[in-house]
Each structure stands twice: as C-alpha cells, then as structure tokens.
C-alpha cells in the first residue's frame, strides 16, 4: 500500500525567507508524485509534479520541488515567501506500477506566511 | 477554459436523508474521480470513471454510496441515507486519458453536514 506522510501541521515563516514544506512518501514501484494547493474556499489546485529526470521541479508562483529518492522525500520549496503563498499544502503520490487509480494524499500542511 | 465545478457548494442534511452531488469536469477529460476529505483527515480516494465505465471503485465507503456517469459527461454521487460519519468535503476532479502522468485538476468540492 502506497502512502503519504507531511510531518508539520503548520509551517510559519516570515516574509521574503525560504520556506519548506516537508513530504515523505511509500509505494512498492516509482512514483509519480504532485504538490497541491488550497487557499480558503477554494478547490485544490495544482502546483507541480516529478515523474522522472531531473530531481529539481519547478512549478507555479515560483515554487520547486526537490526529489530524493534515497530518502523517499518530496519537500516543496520556495527561495522567498509571500504573504499570498499562505494556504494548505497536499503532497499527493501515485504508483507507476498499478494499485489504486486515485492519488493518495497527505494530512496537509499549514503554511502560514508573516509579513 | 472553465475548470472542474460541482453542485452544490454546500449542503445540510438530517440524518438518514438522500444527497445528490454533482461534478462536471473539464471539457473533454475522460477520466473523472471523486475523494472525500473527513475533517482533519487525509483526503481519500473513493472512485474513478473512464468516460461512463466505473474503472476503480474500491475505495467507496459501503454501498450507501452509489457514483453515475452516465454519458460519459458529468457525474453524480448519492448519498442514501446518510449517516453522520458522512460528513466531510467531497472532491472531484477530472484528467486526460491521453495524460500518461494523469495529472488532476479538482472542482471547489462539497462541504456535506449530516446532523
């Protein structure tokens, strides 16, 4: 069985700092592997995706994530906060190799962006 | 290009009542899912249709719940009757079937109280 794990509830950073958002994950094959979000009221939307090649992917609003496969991690990163970026953040994986059709998905993160 | 929407946004209910939700996706996407989000919880795959063909329906709860898509176009999911623990948030979303990394767009969701 496939899983998702993002260890912080909630995340603070001050405006113009990087910031983090932490994300492990488990599947028996490769992964696909997605970062969503969710701003208030609001549907979840799409951030970024790896499949495969390059470990670095960048997304919208200036978002990247780094891939490691040897320590199973998928952390959203972004070099300088905005106020706007604070939201829930979903780490979503989906096997290559078969089981469920659905991504299956993490508890969510909190980020909370201070000016 | 209009984005995945779902019908209603909110809706309350008493206890052993029937709900009806309702997804359109994106023109033209064949592949269609429903998740539900239980509070605080992670989000969970509950099914998914390939144009009107149920492809995976193995995470739907029990068979209180009962997903159409007939035609192929937008889809429904029944609630009957509906007990309190059904209470959550109920995505849907819509992808490509050409999309090999079948990347997810979701509607706003349904936020469904049973009391």
């Known amino acids: 069985a496939q899983s998702v794990a993002q260890p912080e509830d909630q995340v603070n950073v001050a405006e113009g700092n990087p910031l983090t958002v932490k994300c492990t994950y488990s599947?028996?094959?490769?992964?696909?592997l997605f970062w969503y979000v969710q701003y208030p009221n609001r549907g979840l939307q799409f951030l970024l995706k790896?499949?495969?090649?390059?470990?670095l992917v960048k997304g919208s609003y200036g978002f990247e994530a780094e891939f490691n496969k040897s320590q199973t991690s998928f952390h959203l990163k972004k070099p300088s906060a905005l106020v706007s970026d604070s939201a829930l953040y979903f780490c979503?994986?989906?096997?290559?190799?078969?089981?469920?059709?659905?991504?299956?998905f993490g508890k969510g993160t909190h980020l909370i962006i201070q000016p | 290009e209009a984005g995945v929407t779902q019908f209603p946004s909110h809706s309350v209910i008493e206890k052993g009542q029937t709900v009806t939700l309702r997804c359109d996706p994106i023109s033209g996407h064949d592949n269609l899912y429903w998740y539900r989000r239980v509070m605080g919880k992670e989000i969970k795959f509950l099914l998914h249709?390939?144009?009107?063909?149920?492809?995976?329906e193995s995470g739907m709860p029990n068979n209180r719940f009962l997903a159409e898509r007939t035609g192929g176009t937008y889809s429904t999911l029944k609630v009957q009757p509906a007990e309190l623990e059904d209470s959550g948030v109920y995505f849907c979303?819509?992808?490509?079937?050409?999309?090999?990394?079948?990347?997810?767009?979701f509607g706003p969701g349904t936020r469904l109280t049973v009391l």
């Open positions: 979503a994986v989906r096997d290559r190799g078969g089981g469920a059709d659905g991504l299956t």
């Open positions: 790896y499949i495969t090649g390059d470990n």
């Open positions: 979303a819509s992808s490509h079937l050409q999309d090999y990394t079948d990347t997810q767009y």
């Open positions: 599947v028996s094959g490769n992964p696909y």
């Open positions: 249709f390939v144009k009107e063909s149920k492809q995976d």
